[in-house]
């Protein structure tokens, strides 16, 4: 009897996918004797019925490709827009399974498809996951497919930018991605020589930044190279944040409910635009002119790097493994050069951040990196 997968691919782009989608493919077909389908646009092609067939030609050429050939969304088999109203349509995604005779769905995508793809096992479906998103924080691996191609992007830009910074004796403030860890301004800003890092582990003093920036041109060192993830937080803001989160937990009426819900939101917006509010407050603190590099989504496009086509290949490859010795309801998780299956109950709703004791940490401020604390 035939055997048939399906694959979809949910969350934020990121580079590595169409190598996955190929490895499991490929692997699945050739080794498996395995029909493999794809749908459409995340989870929502699932709902839909949306579905390409992922053969030798559909798969051939891929390898190379940034983002998805299936297309994603981020949205949740439990909370889908449907004609503007948002409803369960977990029902109907196990039955569009049934319908195509699946015998397992991998689902390639970060933090919240490894929870969607939990809550569809939860529902009877035979479901695999790989761990894919260039912020490296998915839990119970040992590296995300996406993070090697970001972490080189980000380097390169912040390698690009000490020649400019040097010559206008200026600070330059380079925001990568992180909004929750902070893997890749730790990894980029020590590859690439940063004086600063910071992350959202480490809550930062902003006047120590700028002490660390003093100290730098005291030493004859006209020009700062600072990495800052996009969740960094200083200790003021994250005190405020913790301040209104605690209000709105305790609140005794609607009244302070909505109060509390507002200032959250105020908080929060405040930190979406930090990055640049830092640059001024250190100009003003360090009389240095600075200037402002956000990378924004350039850290998911273009061609993935050569680590991540192998990683993503040698998971896809154990993924259909595991599949043809029936095994479901995993994560398939890189450990060493090797894969291990780890239950989705041990990966859903947890995130790997960076540890205060990391060697990264210790090698960084052993070097004189700063990370304002």
Known sequence: MDRNIGILTAGGDSPGL????????KAAHRTYGMNVIGFRDGFRGLMQNRTIRLDGST?????????????????KPHKMPVGGRTMDMTDLMVENYH?????????????????????????????????????NDVAMTDVTFGYDTALTIATETIDRLHSTAHSHHRIVVVEVMGHNAGWLALGSGLAGGADVILIPEIRYDLERVAQAVIERRQAGSTFSIIAV????????????????????????????????????EQARQEQAEHTHRLARKLEDLTRLE???????????????????????????????RYIDEGIHG???????????????????GRRKTVPLDHPW?????????????
Request: charged share 25%.
């Open 18 to 25: 169409n190598a996955a989608i190929r490895g499991i493919g």
């Open 59 to 75: 798969l051939s050429g891929i390898l190379t490709a940034g983002g998805t050939i299936l297309g994603t969304s981020r949205d």
């Open 99 to 135: 319908a195509n005779h699946l015998d397992a769905l991998v689902c390639l995508g970060g933090g919240g498809t490894q929870k969607n793809a939990l809550h569809l096992a939860k529902a009877g479906l035979r479901v695999l996951t790989l761990p894919k998103t260039i912020d």
């Open 229 to 264: 993830s996009e969740g960094a937080l200083s200790r003021e803001q994250a005190d405020n944040l913790d301040k209104w989160k605690t209000r709105r937990k305790n609140a005794g009426n609607e009244y302070e409910l909505r109060k509390a819900t507002l200032k959250l």
């Open 290 to 320: 600075s200037r402002v590099t956000i990378l924004g989504h350039v850290q998911r496009g273009g061609v993935p790097s050569p680590g991540d086509r192998v990683l993503a290949t040698r998971l896809g490859s154990a993924c259909a």
């Open 330 to 348: 995993v994560m398939v998780a890189a450990r060493g050069e090797g894969t291990e299956p780890v239950p989705l109950e041990e990966v859903a």
């Open 361 to 373: 940490v210790r090698s960084a401020r052993s070097l004189g990196i700063g990370f304002g604390d």
